[in-house]
């Protein structure tokens, strides 16, 4: 499949300092373009209503049912998104191109009747004292992001990678012009203008889809069908996302953290900024993980199950194989590198960064602590791309798994210990599932031939 590999490689071919900082920024913007994009444009939305939208406290519930239903729609597609991503790539190999296009829209059509019925429900018991205007925006934002990330989730698998960041520009820039030409009709008009922006995002990614697999077939479902798709995937996806919110949720809902803002949704005053900014020292780590991944790894990856497949000589095989172990296990050292300078660089700065845009320096501690878990998830985000690579699906259910489980019981335990301790859950919940990872990780590459030739059935 064409994508940004190929993109990263011309850049490198010139073969100077130049081209080396320009391929790294390409593939940081195109890594984590459409993360900052989103809450930027949210960002944006609620710095330019102040002074418009009156009283300030509808921007606090116009950016708290945003934060929520995002959370809420990639917990809930998680089961399909791996799963789904999967099935399609197996479609691939097989050239059956035409079964691909009447699936999605099959995905996407299970996807709207499941949140559209988890919204339904939502709208009407969570939010009792909200007008029906709101309830009708709060159902189909959340629908229409579900279906986002499952186009989203699809144009990854294909390494569309450009075309997402494009379309995510274009959504989002008409998700904020709207917002501030409806931001005179309050909490609603801001919703009204971020589901414009959705909706195109959406249209966008959705028309690009169906023209580059055409078909004469409407809608199936074939990939409901047994064996069709990976149960560990459907399980993996969704442990994944709901680790990753877990330890937000539980601070939100914590009676000492977290206060309610609007109907049954609540923020955290004291972990929601810290974990934002900590966020964005991530975009390092996410250029070096495409970089890596998506060069050298994928290219001697290929080489050596092509070998495999064709019969290519045993010392062709073992050098593809020994090449492809050298390039994961310096991808993921190299991200832990990268991650490790951007750490090292927020303790440097974040004393002058919170005294210039006005936030107070109790924050320190907990912002160290984020920035140190968000390098760990873009390590554990390298790991889990090799495990996928290798078809080691079970290994990265485990890990998912034993992630959520860490993450819940060890924030619950820094709530308990106090304000000292917060953010440690999540970050020690990272640490041990990255070396747990780590490990499982090289047995398996020391052990590939012998799994790839013995083990197939």
Same mark, same amino acid.
């Not at 081209?19 to 330019?48: D, E, K, Q, R």
């Not at 479609?91 to 299970?110: C, H, K, M, T």
């Not at 909706?199 to 064996?227: H, Q, T, W």
């Not at 000292?420 to 970050?427: L, R």
């Given at each position: 499949?064409?994508?940004?590999?190929?993109?990263?490689?011309?850049?490198?071919?010139?073969?100077?300092?130049?081209?080396?900082?320009?391929?790294?920024?390409?593939?940081?913007? /195109? %890594?984590?373009?459409?993360?900052?994009?989103?809450? @930027?444009?949210? *960002? +944006? #939305? !609620? &710095?330019?209503?102040?002074?418009? $939208?009156?009283?300030?406290?509808?921007?606090?519930?116009?950016?708290?049912?945003?934060?929520?239903?995002?959370?809420?729609?990639?917990?809930?597609?998680?089961?399909?998104?791996?799963?789904?991503?999967?099935?399609?790539?197996?479609?691939?190999?097989?050239?059956?191109?035409?079964?691909?296009?009447?699936?999605?829209?099959?995905?996407?059509?299970?996807?709207?009747?499941?949140?559209?019925?988890?919204?339904?429900?939502?709208?009407?018991?969570?939010?009792?004292?909200?007008?029906?205007?709101?309830?009708?925006?709060?159902?189909?934002?959340?629908?229409?992001?579900?279906?986002?990330?499952?186009?989203?989730?699809?144009?990854?698998?294909?390494?569309?990678?450009?075309?997402?960041?494009?379309?995510?520009?274009?959504?989002?820039?008409?998700?904020? /012009? %709207?917002?501030?030409?409806?931001?005179?009709?309050? @909490?609603?008009? *801001? +919703? #009204? !203008? &971020?589901?414009?922006?959705?909706? $195109?995002?959406?249209?966008?990614?959705?028309?690009?889809?169906?023209?580059?697999?055409?078909?004469?077939?409407?809608?199936?479902?074939?990939?409901?069908?047994?064996?069709?798709?990976?149960?560990?995937?459907?399980?993996?996806?969704?442990?994944?996302?709901?680790?990753?919110?877990?330890?937000?949720?539980?601070?939100?809902?914590?009676?000492?953290?977290?206060?309610?803002?609007?109907?049954?949704?609540?923020?955290?005053?004291?972990?929601?900024?810290?974990?934002?900014?900590?966020?964005?020292?991530?975009?390092?780590?996410?250029?070096?993980?495409?970089?890596?991944?998506?060069?050298?790894?994928?290219?001697?990856?290929?080489?050596?199950?092509?070998?495999?497949?064709?019969?290519?000589?045993?010392?062709?095989?073992?050098?593809?194989?020994?090449?492809?172990?050298?390039?994961?296990?310096?991808?993921?050292?190299?991200?832990?590198?990268?991650?490790? &300078?951007?750490?090292?660089?927020?303790?440097?700065?974040?004393?002058?960064?919170?005294?210039?845009?006005?936030?107070?320096?109790?924050?320190?501690?907990?912002?160290?602590?984020?920035?140190?878990?968000?390098?760990?998830?873009?390590?554990?985000?390298?790991?889990?791309?090799?495990?996928?690579?290798?078809?080691?699906?079970?290994?990265?259910?485990?890990?998912?798994?034993?992630?959520?489980?860490?993450?819940?019981?060890?924030?619950?335990?820094?709530?308990?210990?106090?304000?000292?301790?917060?953010?440690?859950?999540?970050?020690?919940?990272?640490?041990?599932?990255?070396?747990?990872?780590?490990?499982?990780?090289?047995?398996?590459?020391?052990?590939?031939?012998?799994?790839?030739?013995?083990?197939?059935?």
């Amino acid at each position: 499949m064409a994508g940004i590999g190929f993109e990263i490689k011309k850049i490198l071919r010139r073969d100077s300092y130049l081209s080396l900082f320009t391929a790294y920024a390409y593939a940081g913007i /195109i %890594g984590s373009g459409p993360w900052v994009l989103s809450i @930027l444009g949210v *960002l +944006l #939305i !609620g &710095i330019m209503s102040l002074g418009v $939208v009156v009283p300030n406290v509808l921007i606090t519930q116009f950016q708290v049912t945003v934060t929520h239903l995002i959370a809420m729609s990639l917990i809930l597609t998680g089961f399909l998104q791996l799963a789904f991503t999967r099935y399609i790539a197996d479609r691939l190999f097989e050239n059956d191109n035409s079964i691909i296009l009447p699936n999605f829209i099959g995905a996407l059509f299970v996807t709207t009747l499941v949140s559209g019925l988890f919204a339904v429900a939502l709208a009407v018991f969570a939010f009792p004292q909200q007008g029906a205007v709101y309830r009708i925006l709060l159902i189909a934002n959340f629908v229409v992001l579900c279906n986002i990330w499952i186009a989203t989730i699809f144009l990854s698998g294909m390494k569309n990678y450009k075309a997402i960041l494009i379309l995510y520009t274009v959504g989002y820039s008409i998700a904020v /012009i %709207g917002a501030i030409l409806l931001r005179s009709g309050g @909490l609603n008009g *801001l +919703l #009204i !203008g &971020i589901l414009i922006g959705h909706f $195109v995002l959406f249209s966008g990614m959705a028309l690009l889809i169906i023209r580059s697999y055409p078909s004469n077939r409407f809608i199936e479902f074939d990939f409901l069908r047994k064996k069709r798709m990976f149960t560990s995937l459907i399980w993996t996806g969704f442990f994944f996302n709901f680790g990753v919110w877990i330890d937000k949720y539980l601070f939100w809902y914590s009676p000492s953290t977290g206060q309610p803002v609007i109907g049954l949704f609540n923020a955290s005053l004291i972990y929601d900024l810290p974990i934002f900014l900590a966020y964005l020292s991530i975009i390092p780590g996410m250029a070096v993980f495409l970089v890596r991944m998506e060069t050298d790894f994928v290219e001697y990856y290929q080489k050596f199950y092509d070998a495999v497949r064709d019969g290519g000589t045993l010392a062709y095989i073992e050098e593809m194989r020994d090449e492809m172990v050298s390039t994961a296990r310096q991808g993921i050292f190299e991200i832990i590198k990268i991650q490790s &300078i951007a750490v090292l660089i927020v303790f440097v700065t974040a004393p002058a960064l919170l005294k210039l845009i006005g936030i107070s320096q109790f924050y320190l501690s907990l912002l160290y602590v984020d920035v140190v878990a968000a390098g760990l998830q873009v390590v554990f985000l390298g790991v889990l791309n090799v495990l996928f690579y290798l078809d080691k699906r079970i290994i990265a259910l485990i890990m998912t798994g034993l992630f959520v489980l860490l993450n819940f019981i060890f924030s619950l335990i820094s709530l308990y210990l106090g304000a000292t301790w917060y953010g440690y859950g999540f970050a020690v919940s990272l640490l041990i599932s990255v070396v747990v990872g780590l490990y499982w990780l090289d047995k398996k590459l020391v052990i590939l031939e012998y799994e790839t030739f013995m083990l197939q059935k």
